[in-house]
């Protein structure tokens, strides 16, 4: 799948997407001693894709893939570690998405807030496929 599908001009009716949006935690991320010794907020926002037409036809959770399940691990894993940069704890969270076999494609952007000044925060965005782990 490539990643474009990810936008909203798929034709595949059976895909899904599902859309965790400003999910707000804290944790260590920086590497100044501020940053080091304090937790920080952050802001995670996810998408990801799914094929969903059994979650469809049969009405069953068993049959859908479980956002809350993996929010709550993402929750732990942010909350439970330090990261030096923004972008490794970005890694490790489409990391995390990503080991739902369900999880056809993802994308995760982290943001934190005032980390520049000037400016209401700075993200990084990151995205993987399982099309794209065959290719590579």
Same mark, same amino acid.
């Given at each position: 799948?490539?990643?474009? %599908?990810?936008?909203?001009?798929?034709?595949?009716?059976?895909? %899904?997407?599902?859309?965790?949006? @400003?999910?707000?935690? !804290? +944790?260590?991320?920086?590497?100044?001693?501020?940053?080091?010794?304090? !937790?920080?907020?952050?802001?995670?926002?996810?998408?990801?894709?799914?094929?969903?037409?059994?979650?469809?036809?049969?009405?069953?959770?068993?049959?859908? /893939?479980?956002? !809350?399940?993996? +929010?709550? =691990?993402?929750?732990?894993?942010?909350?439970?570690?330090?990261?030096?940069?923004?972008?490794?704890? +970005? !890694? =490790?969270? /489409?990391? /995390?998405?990503?080991?739902?076999?369900?999880?056809?494609? %993802?994308?995760?952007?982290? @943001?934190?807030?005032?980390? /520049?000044?000037?400016?209401?925060?700075?993200?990084? +965005?990151?995205?993987?496929?399982? =099309?794209?782990?065959? =290719?590579?």
């Amino acid at each position: 799948m490539p990643l474009h %599908a990810l936008g909203d001009e798929h034709l595949d009716h059976d895909l %899904a997407t599902i859309r965790i949006k @400003d999910l707000r935690l !804290r +944790t260590h991320v920086g590497i100044k001693e501020e940053e080091i010794q304090n !937790r920080q907020d952050v802001v995670i926002n996810m998408v990801i894709r799914y094929r969903a037409d059994k979650a469809v036809a049969f009405n069953h959770i068993e049959q859908a /893939l479980n956002y !809350r399940t993996i +929010t709550k =691990e993402v929750i732990a894993h942010v909350e439970g570690h330090r990261f030096q940069l923004l972008e490794r704890m +970005t !890694r =490790e969270v /489409l990391d /995390l998405v990503m080991s739902y076999e369900q999880v056809l494609a %993802a994308q995760v952007e982290i @943001d934190k807030p005032h980390a /520049l000044r000037f400016a209401d925060s700075v993200s990084i +965005t990151l995205s993987d496929s399982r =099309e794209a782990r065959r =290719e590579g």
